[in-house]
């Protein structure tokens, strides 16, 4: 699983360790959190969500929420 922050001209993927196949048809919570390098710039990011697979690239939802290319928008963020 890949969260993904991306601005206009940037991308920066934060690699993710969840058991998806936990997530059924329903309601399910999964709590994730990342540590921002002080490298990234203060921006307006969109956070996206992705599952990349080593064996078949990438794994897409069944949903028909938005995407942007293989991820999926979950809103957007600002980091200071």
Request: hydrophobic share 30%; charged share 20%.
């Amino acid at each position: 699983l890949v969260l993904r922050l991306k601005s206009d001209d940037k991308c920066y993927d934060f690699t993710q360790s969840c058991d998806i196949r936990k997530w059924l048809p329903g309601t399910y919570t999964e709590n994730l959190s990342i540590k921002l390098n002080s490298d990234i710039p203060s921006s307006r990011y969109s956070l996206e969500i992705g599952i990349l697979s080593p064996h078949t690239g990438i794994v897409y939802f069944a949903t028909s929420a938005p995407r942007d290319e293989n991820f999926y928008i979950l809103g957007s963020i600002t980091v200071k």
